[in-house]
Nanobody, 132 residues
Framework: QVQLVESGGGLVQPGGSLRLSCAAS????????IGWFRQAPGKEREGVSL????????YYADSVKGRFTISRDNAKNTVYLQMNNLKPEDTGVYYCATDIGGGPPGTSWYLFKPRPNEYDYWGQGTQVTVSS
């Protein structure tokens, strides 16, 4: 059974930084896409940044390109999201999620907006609030 445990949310002023962590367990010999979605009050859940376990290819939403960086530590089975120059519109609950079989090698999966209903497992979510 795949389990995802997030940490690292909090309150930060505009222009500040946070790093989210997602500790993953339970994968068995498959490749997958893993990363972060977020949901603001009254809005739909949207993909923020994802990474493929097979080749490290990455997806970023246009709104976070140049500010957020996703990375992974395979030894620790942990994925990180470094968020810099945070803006009030980044506020929301951030969820770690994984799509088993997603992010296949040699494809351009990262060119397409991720759909939450294609993701199989979800963490409990962590609140990020950007406010002065």
């Amino acid at each position: 059974q795949v389990q995802l445990v997030e940490s690292g949310g909090g309150l930060v002023q505009p222009g500040g930084s946070l790093r989210l962590s997602c500790a993953a367990s339970g994968f068995r010999g498959v490749y997958y896409a893993i990363g972060w979605f977020r949901q603001a009050p009254g809005k739909e859940r949207e993909g923020v940044s994802l990474i493929s376990s097979s080749d490290g290819s990455t997806y970023y939403a246009d709104s976070v390109k140049g500010r957020f960086t996703i990375s992974r530590d395979n030894a620790k089975n942990t994925v990180y999201l470094q968020m810099n120059n945070l803006k009030p519109e980044d506020t929301g609950v951030y969820y770690c999620a994984t799509d088993i079989g997603g992010g296949p090698p040699g494809t351009s999966w990262y060119l397409f907006k991720p759909r939450p209903n294609e993701y199989d497992y979800w963490g409990q979510g962590t609140q990020v609030t950007v406010s002065s």
